[in-house]
Each structure stands twice: as structure tokens, then as C-alpha cells.
């Protein structure tokens, strides 16, 4: 089922980062990338529904960005154009593509961006609370009418620095998702197991403890749902995975136009398959051009690679 | 199907250690316990078909031990004592339950060790060479009439101080099983599939990559296969995990009395089962009164956490 989308609204909101980042990997190195967290989330989500993005840039962001988000199809209604620099990131990867080293970060007018719902998005049924402050994300949230499945992603910083309000997101959300050492930092449990029910508890029915190389768990009323990775032979750049991720995740719950535990395991399959796209290339490169055909058959090898019979 | 083991034969013959241990986990301390790879492959393998062993231990190991493998069925003809002191082992688990620092070992007998097959477990079609010299390890080969599965583990050790040997091994196995970091070492190649692959280029038709918490991945001509690892909240002792996942493996292959690939990609699913039952507590603790039923509720688990309906 696919959801067609009506003129002017959006199935999904997207709000987070968007930065123009300079990356050397064990692959490559290269600069002035379109990047960001929400970048990738709406690229991921863009191929399943109609996505809007909420986020900020400076008068410096090329327009052949935005002329790339109009591509994907991304709805730009909730983009701010302000003056000044946009964000810009810029980091080393290790040789095991895993861990990496900031070499610096410029928020310029990422640091007092609000983030603000264009009328049209205020009834969108699903958001995706990317990675700013959680004082932020609930200013979202409070701008939502009726919101049917919100996720939030967050970051070490705001559980050091912002806990009371991140531990109000984490209450008002269906689903938190983060990573394992965040899920460690979050709970001082070093179990994921463990730690993931203890987020439960706090109130999200759903929490995704995101893996890397390793994939992803699932916490969830009927238990754990352990997502694989799609083992890559050639990783270009690992920037955004996490991202592409959760958009490929929400994107799918959208075409599905339901949020059901069952629903929620396929479309993690779905969010794992397109970041395996994603890190192919640096930036969104790898979702240019790229075919919904193209996921199918990725989502298809990786299921033949979790499956008893071969080639089933 | 179940392979009916016929008197004084067996299907499955494993070499390696056997030790006494001390161990630090964050959970809990203990000494003198049961350990050694041959102890927990044989033991795991034990509920799935008839077992040998192959291994040495001195005049200090407990009788209490010997009987303890008779409790486990564990056919003991390969078993040789000898004037001496055991193997003995010490080692501290950090806070992750993954990393671990030796404190001593102590090779003793084991030093002097030299493999050799009773005539009862020479014509077995299955063989699990556990972590021995490669040297040791031909020479159990050359003893075997009509090996019709091998696996070979290996470590660090063997790779840095015998590696010609290790590759006379490795092109004469079926299946090369070695952890994550191993086979970085072994081939030079950072990335798993790819190392995995190269592996095969040598000579085994197949390769299981350990990943400890993360589950294993087999190369195999139909392409990977992702062994998911059941999500443990609660680990006492990780010691022995990665012999007790190669136990299970074989003694299910024993069990189905084949070893084509969507046996083997079974098989896995029951190492991964075993080894996951295994660490819940020190030693061979885990295994004591445990029940194939026991075994197939907790696969019947790992199966539900990898499907896309919850509880299929």
C-alpha cells in the first residue's frame, strides 16, 4: 500500500542537522558535502513518501543543494534561509570505518535555529525528532496536532548536558533510538539488553539501539527483534548510516501507512538495507539516481543472508 | 534425523585443550574450574550425537571432571593422562564481558601434547580441530581414514609464529572458523566479507567469522549468511562461547548426518543457541541437567527475534 500523498501536506516530518561537512575516510577525503542529519533522513525517507524537512542553512549553502533536495522530492517548506554560514562539520575515520575524530564543528546559524512546522506539516501523522537539542525537539513536538508515531534520535551531549528535558522527549515519544554506547551513557547499564527495557520503562513503547557494522535491536512489547547489517564489501564513507536509517525506517512505515509491531520489523529491514546503500558513496551520492527496484533487490539479498535456505 | 551412534564408534571427534581455569567476570571469581576448548565443544556437541575426545590432561586432574564428561556421554577413548600438572589458565573479563586480560598461563602437560586418534574415532566423518598448533593439527588429519567435515579453529598465535603450517591446514579443511581480529590478521584485509573471501580463495569451501556478542557470518558459495547472537540480559562467564558455538555447529550437523549449506546455516543457528546457554553461567555449569528441549525453546527464541511476525 502505498500512501499518495496530498498537495501541500506531508506523510513525515523530518527535523535535524544540516551542515556542509569536509571527511577523509581509509577511502577517500573530500570536502564541502552536503550533509546533516536531516539531509539523510528525508534522501532515505524521500523513495517511500511524500517527506517535508524542517531545518536551517546560511546564505553560503549552494543552491544545487537545494535543487537536489527538490529532486528526492523532499517538501522544503519548513527550510529556513537565514544569513550567515550554514554548520559545518568536518572529521577523520579511522581505518576500521567505525570510529572517528571531529577535527571541528561551526554550529554558525545552526546554533539559534528554532525549528518551526509550516502549516502544512502540522498534521503530518509520523515525525522523526532527529538529533538537536531535546528542548528543541519538544518545541516540535508541541507544534504536532496529531501526531500518530514520533521517533527521536539523540546524541551523548544532551544526555550530559540536557537530561531532564531529553528525559521529558523520551516520555512523550513511540520510539527513541540511539546508539549503544549512547543507550550505556543514557542508563549506566552496560547490557543492551537490559538498557533498552530500561528506556522502555520510562515510557517509549519501542526503543532501536543502533549497532553500526553490527546492526540493530529492537526493543518492544513481544520482545527483541535483532536487525542484521547488510555486510558491505566496500565501505566509501559511513557518515549519515544512522540517519538513512531512521529515514529509510519511517519512510517505510509511511508506505505502509501503519506503526504495528510487525510493520515496524519489516521497515527496520528497510532502514538497514538503505544505509547500506547510503555508505557506499560519500553525501547522498548513492541515493541519486537510485530506484525503489534498487532497495528491493538490496532488502532481498539481505534477507537471503538471514534466511535457513539459500537463495530463499 | 538422528544418527544412531554404533558401540565403541563415534560420529564427531574434537582435539584441543582442556585446562583448569580461574576467571574474574564483572558478575562474579572462581578457580579451579573446568575449561579448555575440547571441554566445551565436546560438551555442547554431546547433546547431539556421540562424541570423542581428544585431549591431555596430568595427575592433578580431578576425577570428579572425568565424570563429569562421562555424565555428558562423552566418549573418552582419545582422553590421555599423564604425570604432571594440567593446563592451567587465569584471566580478568573487563566491565564489557568481551575484552579480557590473561593473568598467567601455564602450559604444562599440554606442552608436550601430541594427538593421537584411538582407532575407534578414526574413521568418524566429522572433525573439529580446535585451537591446537596447526602442526598438531595435520597430524590429527593424517590420522583420519575418511574425513568427510572439518573445521578448523585457530588464534593469534598460530597466525604470527606458524603461518605456513596454519595454511597447509587451511587448504585442507572444509571450514576455516577463526574470530573477527583473527582474520583481520590472517589476510591483511580490514573488512570481514572481503577477509572472509579471501580465505576461501585458499581453500575452504567455507568460512564462519566469529563476532562474539554480535553474532558470526558464514562465507559460503551461496553467499553470507548472518548468524544472529541471542541478546543475553544476563552474562556470567564468557569463556568458552566461541568452542561452545563450534560444538553445537557440529553436533547438529552430526545430528541431520549432512553438511550441505542450509544444514550448515541450521547448524549455526544451534552454535549460536548453545554458546548463548553456555555463558549464563562458569564452567560447564550451564549445560549440567540441560535438556535438548532446553535447546530448542531458546532456538525457537533466536528464531522469533530474527522473524518478521513477532512470536512466528
Redesign the interface.
Known sequence: MTVTPKQGTVDLVVVGSIGIDSIAT?AAEKSELLGGSVSYACAAASFFGRVGMVGIVGSDFPTEYVDLYREFGIDLAGLQHVQGRTFRWSGVYD???INRRTLSTDLNVFADFTPELPESYRAAPFFLLGNISPELQLHVLGQAKRPRFVVADTMDLWIDTARDALMDVIKRVNMLMLNDGEARLLTGE?????SG?RIREWGPEYVVIK?GE??A?LL?P?????V??Y?????QDPTGAGDSFAGGFMGQLVRRGAAD??MM??AL?YGATIASLGVEAFSLDRFVGLGFGDIETRLG?LR????????A
Open positions: 581509509p581505518d576500521d570505518m552496560r547490557n543492551l539488553r537490559r527495557e549497532k553490527h546492526g535491536m518492544a513481544n520482545g527483541p527483534f535483532l542484521p547489517a555486510p558491505l564489501d566496500d565501505v509491531e510487525e520489523r519489516e529491514l539479498e537471503a543472508m538471514t534466511a535457513v535456505t539459500p537463495g
